[in-house]
């Protein structure tokens, strides 16, 4: 009798409890039981997925794969569309870059109207370390002659050293064994500017005259002393004066005012 | 009957040196396009290697004195034809390193990759040092020898990475040019 009631009492208390855990968890919000979700996602999920493609085997779901065929054909064309819209930027871009290329010579052209110019392309560049020269596609049957100065949007390139009838061979003034003749513009003293190995970037300048006040931040033009470059082209500007004990040694060191690692388009000055 | 046979065997030493011929010019066009289009982009600080340098060393190497004179000259006419101001220093110095080579072969072997890369190092200074002071004197510059070994170091630097990157092609290249070059021997010397 006692044990009836203690089985009784026991069954109340697993109803009272299998109560308040139903009264519980259908008054927690869902999202805040994901983690249980999750984890009965992640069990049953798989199982459900075999069954279900287990199903569909059998019963064949043709649908299925009428939809795949339609996806692949259209995936095929969509490539196919894909490849031209490619094409068609790849056009774009070329079209592009000779727009801005021809731009770019007609700028040149119109600043440089004082002289009579022929627009060129750099096709080349030289493969030594310790010298540098261009090629241009422009030669004889342009009317290039050796000796030509050549200059850019910024300012003196350099000179033809040699010609082929459709190319041109352009000794930089960066070269280490290229000398100019030039002027600082604010002062008018003559000096002597050299390529130089140390930087692809920059000059030296030599020969300074004792008297003369250079300053960081003056501009170094041609002078056209000894014929070789037209007068006045603009080379670049001071960035360092380099005194000695004797000023007779002193130098300076010009930043060339063309970037010669990004030069394109240059001019071939004809009528000197 | 001998008559005949020597004039085949003659054949056939003409014929191997003409395919060697054939196959280094494809490997100079190779390396010049290479030279002037990839390596001009893909530099150490601004420095770019001397990829002919080791083709030339190569050929001095593996072929023969005559192989090595041709194409120091041909090779050294085309560079100098295109960016040089006048012609001459490049095949000059050309044929010193294709000369070098054959020195070098009978100095160290060419097995080794170390002494490979030896020979890379000893002959890109020859070669860039040769030509810079031609130049000088030529041109009649003052030669800054501090920046010129600043900027050599970082081209024997990029010379050995390739080599010794290379190696491998280089010796297979090498070897198979040797034996073919040696059985035309074979057969001028029958002769």
């Not at chain 1, 805040?32 to 779901?61: D, H, R």
């Not at chain 1, 110019?117 to 750099?122: E, G, I, L, N, Y």
């Not at chain 2, 280094?24 to 420095?47: K, M, R």
């Not at chain 2, 080791?54 to 005559?66: A, D, E, H």
Request: proline content about 1%.
């Amino acid at each position: 009798m006692g044990e009836n009631r203690h089985i009784g009492l026991l069954g109340t208390i697993v109803t009272i409890v299998i109560l308040i855990l139903l009264i519980l968890l259908t008054n927690v919000d869902t999202s805040e039981m994901s983690y249980i979700k999750s984890l009965t996602t992640k069990i049953t999920a798989p199982v459900q997925t075999l069954f279900t493609n287990l199903k569909n085997k059998i019963t064949g779901n043709d649908e299925y794969f009428a939809q795949m065929d339609e996806l692949k054909s259209e995936n095929e064309e969509l490539k196919k569309e894909n490849s031209k819209l490619q094409e068609q930027l790849i056009e774009y871009d070329i079209l592009k870059a000779e727009n801005e290329s021809l731009i770019e010579k007609m700028n040149l052209t119109e600043k440089y109207s004082e002289y009579s110019t022929v627009p060129a392309d750099v096709i080349n560049k030289d493969i030594s370390n310790y010298s540098s020269t261009l090629i241009i596609n422009v030669g004889s049957n342009d009317g290039i002659e050796k000796g030509m100065t050549v200059i850019a949007d910024k300012g003196l390139v350099g000179q033809i050293t040699s010609v082929t009838e459709d190319t041109a061979q352009v000794k930089v003034i960066i070269d280490a064994g290229s000398t100019v003749s030039c002027n600082i513009s604010t002062t008018s003293d003559s000096v002597i500017c050299k390529g130089t190995l140390d930087n692809n970037q920059q000059m030296r300048v030599t020969y300074i005259p004792t008297d003369a006040d250079l300053i960081v931040g003056d501009s170094v033009e041609t002078s056209g002393v000894g014929g070789l470059y037209e007068r006045g082209i603009h080379i670049g500007t001071i960035s360092e004066i380099v005194t000695t004990t004797n000023d007779t040694d002193r130098y300076a060191i010009v930043d060339v005012a063309v970037d010669f690692s990004k030069l394109t388009t240059v001019l071939v000055i004809t009528n000197q | 009957m001998r008559k005949v046979g020597n004039i085949r065997k003659q054949k056939v030493s003409v014929a191997s040196n003409l395919i060697v011929s054939i196959i280094l010019i494809f490997v100079f066009i190779l390396i010049y396009f290479l030279q002037a289009c990839v390596f001009s982009n893909i530099t150490i600080d601004g420095v770019k290697p001397n990829l002919f340098v080791i083709f030339i060393l190569i050929i001095g190497l593996f072929g023969n004195n005559t192989l090595s004179l041709l194409f120091s000259v041909i090779c050294g006419i085309w560079i100098d034809s295109i960016y040089g101001e006048v012609i001459g220093i490049t095949p000059a110095m050309f044929c010193l390193i294709g000369f070098m080579a054959t020195w070098f072969d009978s100095l160290w072997s060419k097995d080794e990759k170390i002494s490979i890369v030896i020979m890379v190092i000893i002959a890109t200074f020859i070669f860039e040092f040769g030509s810079y002071f031609l130049r000088s004197v030529i041109f009649d510059f003052e030669m800054e020898l501090l920046a010129f070994f600043k900027i050599l170091a970082i081209e024997e630097l990029y010379n050995v990475l390739l080599t010794i990157i290379f190696f491998g092609l280089i010796k297979k290249l090498g070897y198979s040019m040797e034996r073919k070059l040696k059985r035309s021997n074979m057969y001028t010397v029958e002769l």
